[in-house]
């Protein structure tokens, strides 16, 4: 057994795993925060993505020791007070999802790239960018309005806390 502590969703966690814990597991079996997925347990699918200390990574790539002392987020932590980030909202507004099953690794990816590539972001950005996110429901069109509206807003809600 191996002791690991970090943060996730901002609250401080400490447990006792087996070194083999994939991130993933961890996060749905013993914190029981569902929302990411494992689609196909080998990197290729993406509805696992969580931010670690401010990255995307694919958490089933990802061992949960690797984690020890990170700040971890997950689609449950997203939300504040009731409101949507959004990201989330952009999602639901423009119909970026449909089963729902990638959707959160999706907002997870799509959030990273904004926070990495600014909010300026042309479809052929945002499809390169989520190459790493399968989803087997839509076509990608409204995956990608989604993304571009919610960089927009994710932008403006920067600018009005700046400004306060």
Known sequence: MA??????????VTADIDPRTLLVQFLR????????HVGCDTSHCGACVVHVD??????CTMLAAQADGAHVLTIEGLAANGALHPMQQAFRDHHGLQCGFCTPGMIMSAID???????NLDDNIIRDEL????????GYHN?????GAGARAMAAQRQQRAAE
Do not use: F, H, I
């Open 3 to 12: 002791t690991v502590s970090m943060t996730v969703n901002g609250k401080a």
């Open 29 to 36: 079996e013993q914190l029981r925060l569902t929302g990411s």
């Open 54 to 59: 401010g990255r995307a990574v694919k958490s």
């Open 113 to 119: 790239l904004v926070n990495r590539r600014g909010p």
């Open 131 to 138: 190459k790493g996110n399968l989803c087997r429901c839509t």
């Open 143 to 147: 995956v990608v309005k989604a993304v």
